[in-house]
């Protein structure tokens, strides 16, 4: 069984910062992609940022030069550093893992969420 758990939300002043943290345990493919997803109330979730075990990344153009996500691989842990943050990044944000299942498709797996709130 996979389980995440993540910390490092709360409430931060815009122009502020934070430092999401994401840890993954369990039996996981070492081939793999670890991200942040967030979800503002009356909207769907989305992608805010994603890295490969390889190393290559992907964010959502609205966090892009603002946050940075980074993975310690033999740790199986994710991080989402936000600067300058702005109210529109309030959220509860989640930490995916995905890898190729035996059986074909996507395994994946979430986080419980954390809440950020930026409001001054």
């Known amino acids: 069984q996979v389980q995440l758990v993540e910390s490092g939300g709360g409430l931060v002043q815009p122009g502020g910062s934070l430092r999401l943290s994401c840890a993954a345990s369990?039996?996981?493919?070492?081939?793999?992609?670890m991200g942040w997803y967030r979800q503002a109330p009356g909207k769907q979730r989305e992608l805010v940022a994603a890295?490969?075990?390889?190393?290559?990344?992907n964010y959502a153009d609205s966090v892009k030069g603002r946050f940075t996500i980074s993975r310690a691989n033999a740790k199986n842990t994710v991080d989402l550093q936000m600067n300058s943050l702005k109210p529109e990044d309030t959220a509860v944000y989640y930490c995916?893992?995905?890898?190729?299942?035996?059986?074909?498709?996507?395994?994946?797996?979430w986080g419980q969420g954390t809440q950020v709130i930026v409001s001054s």
């Open positions: 369990g039996s996981i493919f070492s081939i793999n992609t």
């Open positions: 890295i490969t075990s390889g190393g290559d990344t």
């Open positions: 995916n893992l995905a890898y190729p299942s035996p059986y074909g498709g996507l395994s994946d797996y």
